[in-house]
C-alpha cells in the first residue's frame, strides 16, 4: 500500500488561510468517508484534529476544517496562527482493512 | 483521563527480536480497537497493525507482516508488539494508539527501537 500523496511544505502568513491536500485512489479515499489528519509538532506525539473527513474533537479549534472530493481529501487552516506551525498527516482506511498515512507536510508560519 | 504508556524499546542487532508493550488507562480498554503506528527518524508515520476488542480480528501492513505480531492482554489492559526478524528499516519510534472506530484518537508518547549491528 503506498503512502497517500502530500505536498511536502505549505506556508502562510499570520491570518491567512491554507490548505493542504491529501491524493490516493478509490481503494482508500474514494472509497470510504473514513479520512483523518493529524498534527504534530517536533518531538510530540501525533494529535487527532479531523475525523471522518469533516468531524472535529472536542476541544480542536474550528479554525481547522476538512473537505473530501472524489480520491482528494483537504485540510484547511484559516486564521493561521504560529502554534498551527507543525507537521500534519492524512490518513485513510483502505479496501484492504488497513490504514494508510500520507506522506506528511510541514507547515511554515511566516 | 486517556493514558497510553509504551515500553519496551532499545537496541537489537539485525535479525534480533523485541517486544514492545503498552499499558493503557482512564478508557474502556476492552471496548476498543488498538493499533501499533511507528515512525523512522526524520519520515512520516506508518500504520503497522490493528486488533479487535477480543483479538479475533487482526490486520498488518505488508512491510511487517509475518515479521510482527500484535496481541493483548484484556486483564491487564495491555497491547503488545512481538518484533522479529528485525531489520535497519525498523528503526523507528514505535506508538500505540487508541482507535476511534476509524481514526486515532489518542497516542502514546512513543518508545524508541533501534536496530544496527
Known amino acids: 500500500q503506498s503512502a497517500l500523496t502530500q505536498p511536502a511544505a505549505v506556508s502562510g502568513s499570520p491570518g491567512q488561510s491554507i490548505t493542504i491536500s491529501c491524493t490516493g485512489t478509490?481503494?482508500?479515499?474514494?472509497?470510504?468517508?473514513?479520512v483523518s489528519w493529524y498534527q504534530q509538532h517536533p518531538g510530540k506525539a501525533p494529535k487527532l484534529i479531523i475525523y471522518d473527513v469533516n468531524n472535529r474533537p472536542s476541544g480542536v479549534s474550528n479554525r481547522f476544517s476538512g473537505s473530501k472530493s472524489g480520491n482528494r481529501a483537504s485540510l484547511t487552516i484559516s486564521g493561521l496562527q504560529a502554534e498551527d506551525e507543525a507537521d500534519y498527516y492524512c490518513c485513510s482506511y483502505t479496501s484492504s482493512t488497513t490504514y494508510v498515512f500520507g506522506t506528511g507536510t510541514k507547515v511554515t508560519v511566516l | 483521563q486517556v493514558q497510553l504508556v509504551e515500553s519496551g524499546g532499545g537496541s537489537v542487532k539485525p535479525g534480533g527480536s523485541l517486544r514492545l508493550s503498552c499499558a493503557a488507562s482512564g478508557f474502556s480498554f476492552n471496548d476498543v480497537y488498538m493499533s501499533w503506528i511507528r515512525q523512522a527518524p526524520g519520515k512520516g508515520l506508518e500504520w503497522l497493525a490493528y486488533i479487535s476488542l477480543t483479538g479475533i480480528t487482526i490486520s498488518y501492513s505488508d512491510s511487517v507482516k509475518g515479521r510482527f505480531t500484535i496481541s493483548r492482554d484484556r486483564a491487564k489492559n495491555s497491547l503488545f508488539l512481538q518484533m522479529n526478524s528485525l531489520r535497519a528499516e525498523d528503526t523507528a519510534v514505535y506508538y500505540c494508539?487508541?482507535?476511534?472506530?476509524?481514526?486515532?484518537?489518542?497516542w502514546g508518547q512513543g518508545t524508541l527501537v533501534t536496530v544496527s549491528s
Open positions: 478509490l481503494s482508500e479515499i474514494g472509497g470510504y468517508d473514513y
Open positions: 494508539a487508541k482507535e476511534g472506530r476509524t481514526y486515532f484518537d489518542h
